[in-house]
């Protein structure tokens, strides 16, 4: 493929591999700025999205956050990815972020939002395209990798390696989940009267997150409201339901196979005090994590990472420079080895994608 001629759009190599220093990477990502967009899907659905980077880059990522996230958990590795001219699309997952809820007599479930990733692609012309994840994120987009080849070009991961299994049987899972939906169907938002209030509740489940990465967060998870006796405060904006168990669930040797499948090369972030990066360590113990990290036949990187579970808010810039050259080089590479198969320069712009000030 024919790179574009527009200098400004061609991915260029991050010249230091080492590394940078927390001050040196806050003065480039100062220099970005996100697009709001909401983008409609076939099906009618107006899910809500932030976008980084040249839309005319040769190099495009779609970047899917964890459970109860939203976009905003890229702003801090995003940019960096931009400034070296990658294309960057984060999606609020319904129920997520500002994008709708589902109706009520609806269910959460992991293979809709396979299916919202893909049709955001679809939308936008994405033929092929980089998926990076954290977290339910990083477990959705190893399963796109693994089952949908043909469209998935690199894979990152962060903090986490395949989705989550459970060693209950069906019929347990079935109950379970159906037992807490009459509890948790009509559930109300809980009431904050600060910022600081919110962020406080928001730690009580990430307690080892910055109050800095809670606060970008909760900026886009939350929305001001007035109560009937005029007082006035904060609610998360999240579904409620998004906390009912699902009522099915995968068995560890399905997870497994589908980790050998991935073709794409891959690139594995896990952070020091995650839970995975501790049972790794322990000597002689053959762990799920250890048997899904050799199950993967293309992985290109491993970093561990001093942080907690979103490091990537709080420690990006130790391997923000790896995950640009490894998406610059898995596309070059994809072009050289699948020509026909390259994504256009130049596009033509998706009629469904609408400009928002959100």
Known sequence: MTQSSSSSSTPRPVENEKGITAEEYEQIIATQSAEQ??????????????????????????????????????????????????????????GHGRSPYIPLWCSYSFADHLATIMDVAHTIGWSRFAILGHSMGGALASVLASTLPESIISFASIDILGPYTRDLRARETIANSLRERNKIVHRKSQFYSSIDEAVEKYK???PLISDRAAKLLLKRGTVSVVQPGGKTGLIFRHDPRLVAPSPYSFRESDVIEMLGAIQA??????ASTSAARVK?????LETPFKRRLCALK?????????GSHHVHLDNPQAFANQLANFFIDAHNKSESDNPDCAVSSHPPPPPLVLKAKL
């Open 37 to 94: 967009i909401i983008i409609e899907v076939s099906t009618g659905v107006k899910l809500a999205c932030k976008a980084w980077g040249p839309s005319d880059s040769d190099v495009r990522v779609m970047a899917v956050h964890g459970w109860m996230d939203n976009s905003n958990s890229f702003d801090l590795l995003a940019p960096f990815l931009a400034h070296h001219h990658i294309r960057v699309l984060c999606i609020d997952l319904l």
């Open 280 to 284: 790794i360590e322990e000597p002689g």
């Open 265 to 270: 090369p891959t690139f594995l972030v896990i």
């Open 204 to 206: 009580r489940r990430n």
């Open 298 to 306: 293309n992985l290109q990187k491993y970093m561990k990472i001093e």
